[in-house]
């Protein structure tokens, strides 16, 4: 658990798309693809996870200098 | 000899009357004034000399009187006009009466005094003292100084008595803003015969002090009989004009410019007009140091303002482009998640068909197998039918064949159409040669046989007869027969 | 009797393709002829009911694998 | 039973193109051929099943990410 | 006539080859030549004896195969 | 806390402006983003401190000088 | 105090100068912007003060030039 969440945003990208390109060439085995699909939700909601939270912290920040500017 | 005898009054008498007689008319002259002098009862008592480049001290001279009733008249007209002051050393045009008293000797009296020869005079000297300066490469050197931004230490050089220096001091020190000036006077005559020197002194003491003044400033009180003499001459415009601080000036006239004036750094008209321009350029340094600290100010302002103005837009944009970022990522994910549902939708609509593909493909080639298997299976029985018979047929033509040999080989069949064989002792003979005549034969024929004896043989070659063996044979047998 | 069901389909095509290249060569006396066309006759039945087993069965399992699909 | 079940899916479907193949080179004897049509035809259903299987997982996984799109 | 009834068809065809020839060559009498043709027909007559019941029992063998393959 | 005080104005301005180029393409990572985002949020409120602070000490000196030169 | 005192007029008004060039093309960081307004201001006090105000030793160097003469 702890080393999937050690996987960088764009590590997680890079490898949703070599998937991607896998499975768009048709290079994965029937008996692969359920296991790389699971896999690739698994990145994307990591990925998306990551997204949620920078963007609530971002949120806080930009924030917080809007009133330092008015 | 007879010698005449005369009084000295009755010569000087008869020198009177040579001359009255010999000069009766008025003369111009041109002399230089060595000496002047005014009558308390307002005679004017002048030594008038003629000067040679060549020689050292005169070579004439003459004395002459202004009548008081005339000087009067002839000095105002006179200083006025020349701005000189009638003085040692002028040179003049003179319109004298040669007089010879007998008790005071040789006198001109002088009726009249051209100011425009005098004037022309004196305006060659200044032109020959500007050509000297400049031939020595002088004349612009304390022009070319440069005047502190500030001149606050001043020494001026004047006469102390003069009204001119007091304005000026007062003007000075009382100015309205309340800069502070520090004035020290080198005194020295402004006018007459000593004030060239008395002013180079003054210039010498001061240059002790070069470094602690800003300026010197040389003026004169006012009069307006000015005598400027001294200020076109050589040595005290060089001195002016080769001094390391500024000079500034105030003892012009109203219209003439004298040679120190030229060579000052700065000529002004009078010493008041000098206390104001010093005064001015103070107050121009203090205007400037005030424009200075509001450009400063506005320099710094504005800079302040434009980072502020900097700071606001980075915090502007700051906040969308990261916004913006987010959900270029936002965008792309959610892209990757679609790809993936129809790459992997894709993927398995293609492997469905590949599946159904090879299903059929192998329904179809099982099909194939079991068609051309029969095909097969037909053919050769076919085949099996074609040879079998194909094999009996070939047999039996083969048969027949022999059978037809056979039959014509038959030597029955022959005999039968009535060939017949010829034996002698037992053997067939087929050559005629063989046999003699007398020998026996016997003659098979289709039925039965013939005994018989050989009358003659003839014939030995078969080839004699065309034909076979048969033929031959037969011929033969004929020629038996016979 | 035994013997013969055992033969392979392509040992009896094979053995028939030599019966009949030696019948076409004329290698056979007639006297075997007759033996040797009984012979190709009775291969030919033998792959004829071995052919016709095995479609039944293939089209038995072709049946079985369409109605999967369905 | 296990042992057949661990082939993959590209083995089986190379299984197959291989038994195609040495028919259309007519190197299977008719007697074998029952033997293959039944193997390929057990192929086909692991296949099919597989590809059952995994489509099922596949729409889960899928559906599932569309659940945490919305 | 046991012994004669005993020829084979190919030995029967060989003695009427090897007469045939013997006849052609020339190398029979006269005398001789009569008594081999006459065993020359009877070889042959024996011969087609042979034949005609070989033929009979092929054809029977042939009929019954093409009514199979009907 | 010291070191960061340290940093010039046109050194924070820098930063920030490099940061700035950074996300406009989006060469960072979504991990680093927050943390970016806050650096640059704390470099603003260093400049914006600095410049105030600047901005009162010169309007002091200034009024001074206004009255010194009346 | 001293040293601060002996600048020339045209040394304040020259480093004013410089100053208001760096200022002018933006040069100045705005940490030394107050700093560079300080010092400004305080040549401009000191121009200021030489203009005004007598300075002791001036009159004492002058009181000395006059024992000089006598």
């Given at each position: 658990?702890t080393?999937?969440?050690?996987?960088?945003?764009?590590?997680?990208?890079?490898?949703?798309?070599?998937?991607l390109?896998?499975?768009?060439?048709?290079?994965?085995?029937?008996?692969?693809?359920?296991?790389?699909?699971?896999?690739?939700?698994?990145?994307?909601?990591?990925?998306?996870d990551?997204?949620?939270?920078?963007?609530?912290?971002?949120?806080?920040?930009?924030?917080?200098?809007?009133?330092?500017?008015? | 000899?007879?010698?005449?005898?005369?009084?000295?009054?009755?010569?000087?008498?008869?020198?009177?009357?040579?001359?009255?007689?010999?000069?009766?008319?008025?003369?111009?002259?041109?002399?230089?004034?060595?000496?002047?002098?005014?009558?308390?009862?307002?005679?004017?008592?002048?030594?008038?000399?003629?000067?040679?480049?060549?020689?050292?001290?005169?070579?004439?001279?003459?004395?002459?009187?202004?009548?008081?009733?005339?000087?009067?008249?002839?000095?105002?007209?006179?200083?006025?006009?020349?701005?000189?002051?009638?003085r040692?050393?002028?040179?003049?045009?003179?319109?004298?009466?040669?007089e010879?008293?007998?008790?005071?000797?040789?006198?001109?009296?002088?009726?009249?005094?051209d100011?425009?020869?005098?004037?022309g005079?004196?305006?060659?000297?200044?032109?020959?003292?500007?050509?000297r300066?400049?031939?020595?490469?002088?004349?612009?050197?304390?022009?070319?100084?440069?005047?502190?931004?500030?001149?606050q230490?001043?020494?001026?050089?004047?006469?102390?008595?003069?009204?001119?220096?007091?304005?000026?001091?007062?003007?000075?020190?009382?100015?309205?803003?309340?800069?502070?000036?520090?004035?020290?006077?080198?005194?020295?005559?402004?006018?007459?015969?000593?004030?060239?020197?008395?002013?180079?002194?003054?210039?010498?003491?001061?240059?002790?002090?070069?470094e602690?003044?800003?300026?010197?400033?040389?003026?004169?009180?006012?009069?307006?009989?000015?005598?400027?003499?001294?200020?076109?001459?050589?040595?005290?415009?060089?001195?002016?004009a080769?001094f390391?601080?500024?000079?500034?000036?105030?003892?012009?006239?109203?219209?003439?410019?004298?040679?120190?004036?030229?060579?000052?750094?700065?000529?002004?008209?009078?010493?008041?007009?000098?206390?104001e321009?010093?005064?001015?350029?103070?107050?121009?340094?203090?205007?400037?140091?005030?424009?200075?600290?509001?450009?400063?100010?506005?320099?710094?302002?504005?800079?302040?303002?434009?980072?502020?103005?900097?700071?606001?837009?980075?915090?502007?944009?700051?906040?969308?482009?990261?916004?913006?970022?987010?959900?270029?990522?936002?965008?792309?994910?959610?892209?990757?998640?679609?790809?993936?549902?129809?790459?992997?939708?894709?993927?398995?609509?293609?492997?469905?068909?590949?599946?159904?593909?090879?299903?059929?493909?192998?329904?179809?080639?099982?099909?194939?197998?079991?068609?051309?298997?029969?095909?097969?299976?037909?053919k050769?029985?076919?085949?099996t039918?074609?040879?079998?018979r194909?094999?009996?047929?070939?047999?039996?033509?083969?048969?027949?064949?022999?059978?037809?040999?056979?039959?014509?080989?038959?030597?029955?069949?022959?005999?039968?159409?009535?060939?017949?064989?010829?034996?002698?002792?037992?053997?067939?003979?087929?050559?005629?040669?063989?046999?003699?005549?007398?020998?026996?034969?016997?003659t098979?024929?289709?039925?039965?046989?013939?005994?018989?004896?050989?009358?003659?043989?003839?014939?030995?070659?078969?080839?004699?007869?065309p034909?076979?063996?048969?033929?031959?044979?037969?011929?033969?047998?004929?020629?038996?027969?016979?």
């Amino acid at each position: 658990m702890t080393a999937r969440k050690e996987i960088s945003y764009s590590e997680a990208i890079g490898e949703i798309e070599e998937i991607l390109t896998r499975i768009e060439n048709e290079e994965l085995d029937v008996d692969e693809l359920s296991l790389k699909v699971k896999r690739v939700a698994s990145l994307i909601r990591i990925c998306r996870d990551k997204l949620g939270k920078t963007e609530a912290e971002v949120d806080k920040i930009l924030k917080e200098m809007d009133e330092d500017t008015e | 000899m007879q010698q005449e005898k005369v009084t000295l009054r009755e010569l000087n008498l008869r020198i009177q009357q040579v001359i009255k007689t010999g000069l009766p008319e008025p003369v111009w002259v041109v002399a230089e004034i060595s000496e002047i002098k005014i009558h308390s009862a307002g005679h004017c008592y002048l030594e008038l000399v003629e000067k040679s480049e060549e020689e050292e001290g005169p070579v004439a001279r003459a004395r002459g009187i202004i009548w008081a009733f005339v000087f009067r008249m002839l000095k105002p007209y006179f200083e006025t006009t020349t701005r000189q002051v009638l003085r040692e050393g002028l040179k003049v045009l003179i319109k004298a009466t040669v007089e010879f008293h007998e008790l005071y000797g040789l006198s001109l009296n002088i009726t009249d005094i051209d100011p425009g020869y005098t004037m022309g005079d004196l305006a060659l000297r200044k032109a020959e003292t500007l050509r000297r300066l400049e031939q020595e490469g002088v004349i612009n050197m304390n022009r070319e100084l440069e005047l502190p931004p500030v001149p606050q230490r001043i020494a001026v050089i004047s006469s102390e008595q003069a009204a001119g220096l007091q304005d000026f001091l007062d003007q000075l020190h009382h100015n309205p803003r309340g800069y502070v000036f520090y004035t020290r006077i080198f005194p020295a005559l402004m006018q007459g015969r000593e004030a060239e020197n008395t002013i180079i002194h003054a210039f010498n003491r001061i240059f002790r002090y070069e470094e602690f003044f800003d300026v010197v400033i040389l003026i004169r009180g006012g009069g307006s009989q000015a005598d400027l003499a001294c200020f076109n001459n050589y040595r005290l415009a060089y001195h002016i004009a080769q001094f390391p601080l500024p000079v500034i000036t105030g003892i012009g006239h109203e219209k003439d410019e004298s040679v120190a004036d030229m060579v000052a750094h700065t000529a002004l008209k009078t010493p008041t007009a000098v206390a104001e321009f010093l005064v001015d350029r103070v107050s121009a340094f203090d205007e400037h140091l005030s424009r200075q600290a509001s450009l400063v100010s506005e320099g710094v302002m504005s800079i302040l303002q434009s980072e502020k103005q900097k700071i606001d837009r980075i915090t502007r944009i700051f906040s969308p482009l990261v916004m913006h970022v987010l959900n270029r990522r936002k965008h792309s994910l959610a892209r990757s998640v679609q790809t993936l549902q129809s790459a992997a939708r894709k993927l398995l609509t293609g492997k469905h068909h590949a599946l159904k593909d090879i299903r059929s493909r192998s329904a179809h080639q099982f099909r194939l197998l079991f068609r051309t298997e029969r095909e097969r299976a037909a053919k050769l029985t076919w085949q099996t039918v074609h040879s079998g018979r194909q094999f009996i047929r070939n047999a039996a033509m083969r048969l027949e064949i022999f059978e037809k040999t056979n039959r014509l080989t038959d030597p029955a069949r022959i005999l039968g159409k009535g060939f017949s064989i010829t034996y002698h002792e037992g053997r067939v003979v087929r050559d005629s040669q063989i046999l003699s005549e007398g020998q026996s034969i016997q003659t098979r024929l289709f039925r039965g046989t013939v005994s018989s004896r050989v009358e003659r043989t003839g014939g030995g070659e078969p080839g004699n007869t065309p034909g076979g063996d048969h033929q031959k044979d037969k011929t033969q047998h004929k020629n038996k027969t016979k």
